[in-house]
């Protein structure tokens, strides 16, 4: 999408898609270790919490909604 939320969204889904290969295609648990902790400080920088506050927010609204 187009709002910022959905902006983040879309980079977090390309940077797993880059990501998961390449710990696919890992010659060592060190490799491996190293390209997943690059991973999540990616997500934080594309900024996870953001999209993460959202997502809950979204949630609760969809639960009242439903009478939950």
């Given at each position: 999408g187009n709002s910022p939320e959905g902006?983040?969204?879309?980079k977090l889904k390309q940077l797993r898609g880059k990501t998961l290969p390449k710990l696919l295609m890992a010659s060592s648990e060190a490799?491996?270790?190293?390209?997943?902790n690059d991973y999540l400080a990616k997500k934080v920088k594309e900024g996870q919490a953001t999209f993460d506050e959202y997502r809950q927010m979204k949630y609760e609204e969809n639960k009242k909604k439903l009478g939950m």
């Open positions: 902006i983040i969204a879309s490799e491996f270790d190293k390209i997943w």
